[in-house]
T-cell receptor
Framework: EPEVTQTPSHQVTQMGQEVILRCVPISNHLYFYWYRQILGQKVEFLVSFYNNEISEKSEIFDDQFSVERPDGSNFTLKIRSTKLEDSAMYFC?????????????FGSGTRLTVV | EDKVVQSPLSLVVHEGDTVTLNCSYEVTNFRSLLWYKQEKKAPTFLFMLTSSGIEKKSGRLSSILDKKELFSILNITATQTGDSAVYLCAVSGVWGAGTKLIIKP
């Protein structure tokens, strides 16, 4: 069964450092998403991406965040200068249709720890 | 502001019991309601509901949507310890906080 793959599974970084989280969505999916989940809290939408541009973003997705699809298969989330409160599980997801009307497929997540 | 509220926040039952999880919503532009199960990591897709009154069923799990009263329920019958998870509801991109279900042997 096709799956969304994310790397790394766990990253520890110092405050102020830049991190890039990587995702390979399912190949025939057109919409890509990043979510985060702070430990014990709800899943929060960050950004959606379609046709090589951001289609929606939340208030969380400020200037410190950026997304890119550099080569037609990878979908990356960059955090420019990490803060302690960026520590969370970051999930990438993809879907065939907008807003995951057919159901999003999630990757297994990257646990980011900022120290 | 769009919101999705799930209840209860957590639930502990014994194996074999039946549970009902609730998801109520207020969104400006309803398209679909999705149920997910989250165990250790990524949420896994359970159901997508778009029409009122039509039950979706998968084994011991079933779900139904009421678009007039703006809620959905997820039923799990004959629960097993493997059903222990957080159950998430999402409506048109807005996620609830989840219901943490613990099944005791």
């Amino acid at each position: 069964e096709p799956e969304v793959t994310q790397t790394p599974s766990h990253q520890v970084t110092q405050m102020g450092q830049e991190v890039i989280l990587r995702c390979v969505p399912i190949s025939n999916h057109l919409y890509f998403y990043w979510y985060r989940q702070i430990l014990g809290q709800k899943v929060e939408f960050l950004v959606s991406f379609y046709n090589n541009e951001i289609s929606e973003k939340s208030e969380i997705f400020d200037d410190q965040f950026s997304v890119e699809r550099p080569d037609g298969s990878n979908f990356t989330l960059k955090i420019r200068s990490t803060k302690l409160e960026d520590s969370a599980m970051y999930f990438c997801a993809s879907s065939v249709s907008r807003l995951g009307l057919d159901g999003y497929t999630f990757g297994s997540g990257t646990r980011l720890t900022v120290v | 502001e769009d919101k999705v509220v799930q209840s209860p926040l957590s639930l502990v039952v014994h194996e074999g019991d039946t549970v009902t999880l609730n998801c109520s919503y207020e969104v400006t532009n309803f398209r679909s309601l999705l149920w997910y199960k989250q165990e250790k990591k990524a949420p896994t897709f359970l159901f997508m509901l778009t029409s009122s009154g039509i039950e979706k069923k998968s084994g011991r799990l079933s779900s139904i949507l009421d678009k007039k009263e703006l809620f959905s329920i997820l039923n799990i019958t004959a629960t097993q310890t493997g059903d222990s998870a957080v159950y998430l509801c999402a409506v048109s991109g807005v996620w609830g906080a989840g219901t943490k279900l613990i099944i005791k042997p």
